[in-house]
């Protein structure tokens, strides 16, 4: 068991931000690199690159995260610290969720929370209560194989296209 507290990574987000990702925590591979989504497995920048149909995978992680905001999307995570052995979300002991009032305030213009995976997605509730739509996503973990990225990324279009088809067993939460 850890020694001491994990602290997570800053927000990337902008005051024009529509459409935040918010993770669990960082894996073991994003905290040594001080990165978003670092390990080279994890489908995050190809399912976030085809949603805005830009190549983010591709780019250095200098140049991907202007360009994610300039598509008016951002990134967190749902803890700011825990301890954690290893980088799976059920190791995850002492969470401490972040900030949610300061997204608020940071982000006048948000209106979709997609939670990348199950674990960040039981935070759902509590931003549906805020007005805003929320979307449990597959997560694009490499631990996550239940699905194929095609399949994963049927599923990622909801952020974008409100209307998209989802299939049962993911959870949806829409507000009118």
């Not at 006048?108 to 039981?122: I, Y």
Request: charged share 20%; glycine share 8%.
């Amino acid at each position: 068991m850890p020694d001491s507290l994990l602290t997570g990574l800053a927000p990337v987000i902008a005051l024009d931000t529509r459409i935040v990702i918010l993770g669990s925590f960082p894996g073991a591979a994003s905290l040594a690199a001080q990165q978003y989504y670092a390990h080279p497995r994890n489908q995050f920048w190809k399912l976030v690159g085809a949603l805005v149909g830009e190549d983010l995978y591709a780019l250095p992680y200098d140049q991907r995260l202007p360009r994610l905001l300039a598509h008016r999307f951002g990134l967190w995570d749902v803890l700011a610290a825990c301890e954690r052995e290893g980088s799976l979300d059920s190791a995850i002991r002492k969470p401490a969720a972040n900030d949610f009032e300061r997204l608020h305030r940071l982000c006048p213009a948000l209106e979709t929370v997609g939670f990348n995976g199950q674990a960040s997605g039981k935070f759902a509730p509590q931003f549906a209560a805020h007005g805003y739509r929320t979307v449990v996503l597959p997560s694009s973990s490499p631990a996550h194989m239940a699905l194929n990225f095609e399949q994963k990324l049927e599923r990622w279009r909801a952020l974008v296209e409100p209307g998209a088809d989802v299939r049962p067993g993911i959870q949806m939460d829409w507000l009118t």
